[in-house]
């Protein structure tokens, strides 16, 4: 599976397999005592929990101690003063999402000048340079996740229709970039069809920009929301509107994995990796740990997922079986597997 965008630099993207432990690296890993802490943009999505557990069980792997873990609720000034208070305690590297680009810089910044490692995960402040404010990033390819999404709704949009797109009104380098590929490739292969973009400021805003955009464009036959949390959102709204409109989003959260087996509004999902991301962004940490160069960016492949797919796709993302909704939706749940599964 290729990449499709480039980094925030215009970087190209080296695969995760360059970035492999072999075991005298693990060996050297354990007998350096390091510490690390995480920093993360929310832990109230499926993504960031799985995330967060990929980086965990790599790191625990590595004899590397995670000393901290700070959710930051999308607030700027939490992730600020989170970081600023882990330079004072010194640990050996620092993994963070940024939950702004400009807002939270200079924070990143005192990071890597107070001598401790930096990697980044999806997002990149304003001005800050690899090699020079931060170790590397590591992220999906969410540009190639746009034009998953684009290619999956594209054949239930009809001639001349209108598609609406719910994106994120933050300046974020992840969600910017599906935005932007999304937007690209109906332009280029679907030329006929008429596009309204709104974009909500916070999770809270996003039902209601979504009823918003439908009352402004009734004509709407499909929808791109930028991720599956607010994409939930969104089909609720829709739901209380009495419309049914063909969806496409991002990342294979349970409840989004649950509606795409349901065969309602959901009809594909661009998946990101999240637990191998996780593993990745360790692995990256612990080689710039052992002194040695790493990647400017990293980037995992995404998932093109629909109904006739979302079972295999799970465990590829999840590391563990797809829900029993999902199976039941699907009818592949025998009588004695049933009995067998957790309620």
């Known amino acids: 599976m290729t990449i499709s965008g480039l980094g925030p630099h215009g970087e190209r993207a080296s695969a995760p397999e360059q970035i492999l432990l072999l075991p005298e690296d693990i060996v050297k890993a354990r007998a350096g005592g390091f510490r690390v802490a995480i920093v993360l943009h929310t832990f109230a999505s499926d993504w960031a929990k799985q995330q967060l557990s990929g980086m965990i069980g790599m790191f625990g792997d590595c004899g590397v101690a995670v000393i ?20 004072a305690e010194a640990p050996d590297a620092i993994v963070s999402l940024p939950v702004a680009n400009a807002k939270v810089a200079a924070a990143h910044a005192r990071v890597a000048a107070a001598g401790i490692r930096l990697v980044l995960l999806d997002n990149v402040p304003t001005g800050l340079l690899p090699g020079k404010d931060y170790t590397s990033l590591v992220s999906a390819d969410n540009f190639g996740l746009g034009k998953i999404a684009a290619e999956s709704l594209s054949p239930h ?20 970039e599906r935005e932007i590929a999304f937007l ?25 920009v979504t009823r918003a955009l439908f009352d402004d464009h009734a004509a709407i036959a499909g929808l791109f929301v930028v991720w599956d949390t607010p994409s939930i959102a969104a089909a609720g709204t829709l739901t209380t509107m009495g419309r049914t409109v ?11 994995a649950i509606g795409l087996a349901a065969n309602n509004s959901l009809v594909a999902i661009a998946a990101q990796q999240p637990f191998r991301q996780g593993e990745t962004a360790a692995s990256v940490t612990v080689s710039a740990l052992l002194g040695r160069l790493t990647p400017d960016w990293v980037a995992l492949p995404g998932l093109a997922v629909t109904a006739e797919n979302v079972v295999e796709c799970f465990q590829t993302v999840w590391r563990r079986p797809a829900p029993r909704e999902v199976l039941q939706m699907l009818s592949l749940v025998s009588p004695a597997l049933q009995r067998a599964m957790p309620p």
């Not at 901290?68 to 330079?87: G, K």
């Not at 949009?157 to 300046?171: Q, R, S």
């Not at 063909?246 to 989004?256: C, I, K, R, W, Y």
């Open 68 to 87: 901290d873990v700070v959710d930051c609720s999308f607030t700027p000034e939490v992730q600020i003063d989170a970081l600023d208070r882990l330079i």
């Open 157 to 176: 949009v009809p001639e001349a229709g209108e598609v609406g797109v719910l994106g994120y009104e933050a300046d974020f380098f992840a969600t910017n």
């Open 246 to 256: 063909p969806m496409v989003t991002v990342d294979l959260g349970q409840d989004a």
């Open 184 to 208: 690209k490739w109906m332009r280029i292969n679907r030329p006929d069809v008429r596009l309204h973009v709104r974009r909500f400021p916070s999770l809270a805003d996003a039902g209601r």
